[in-house]
């Protein structure tokens, strides 16, 4: 450090205290002809280093890699350390948990009631295929895995977690069948159940849901007792 003692008065001193400018508060000076022509006397040079970082399998999201000493360095300090973060990019098909692998696969009425084929591309860039066969039927919602095809177990490479999969049965359209060919259908599946209707009960008809219609409501509703205390003034005749 520097200090210098300035006069402002009779008996009246001022002390002032900075970094020496010969040394930069380091101590120690080193003579131009003697210091480093990389650093200058700075003691520090930058560098450019590129470091190889290896992921192994079944490693997480946010899981952390680190290079021990290859941080900073400064004079008489202990090298840092760089520490690499690991982001996991979301994927289109496969969303991770843990071990697991969850997918949705998309279905047809047919495939769920008659069995199925479906292939699978894996994140390893191999091709599996599972199979449904006939009579086993597959509803609408319906969760079933594949053992060790989900993602490696971290430090026990050879073992994996499960490929998880939520059915989507695809429903054909209304008017899909003709009238004999659905009576013929209606044959071929388990019977239903009828209904014997009596006088107590009310027939009512099915439409389809509009997630709107009760926010309209709520609102008309809000706008109508909104007129209730606040009525809206007609036109004044006027009088002469």
Known sequence: M???????GPGMVQQIQSVCMECQGHGERISPKDSCKSCNGRKIVREKKI??????KGMKDG?????????DQEPGLEPGDIII???????????RRG????????IQLVEALCGFQKPISTLDN????????????????????VLNEGMPIYRRPYEKGRLIIEFKVNFPENGFLSPDKLSLLEKLLPERKEVEE????DQVELVDFDPNQERRRHYNGEAY???????????????S
């Open 51 to 56: 470091l190889e970082v290896h992921i192994d």
């Open 198 to 201: 009596t006088d107590e009960m």
């Open 225 to 239: 007792e909104d007129d209730e205390h606040h009525p809206r003034g007609g036109v004044q005749c006027q009088t």
């Open 85 to 95: 973060v690991l982001d996991q990019k979301d994927h289109a098909v496969f969303t």
């Open 126 to 145: 191999r091709t599996i295929v599972i199979t449904s066969h006939p009579g086993q039927i597959v509803k609408h919602g319906d969760i079933k895995c």
């Open 63 to 71: 899981q952390k890699i680190t290079f021990h000493g290859e941080g």
């Open 2 to 8: 520097q200090i210098r003692i300035h006069q402002i």
């Open 99 to 106: 071990e697991d692998l969850f997918m949705c696969m998309d």
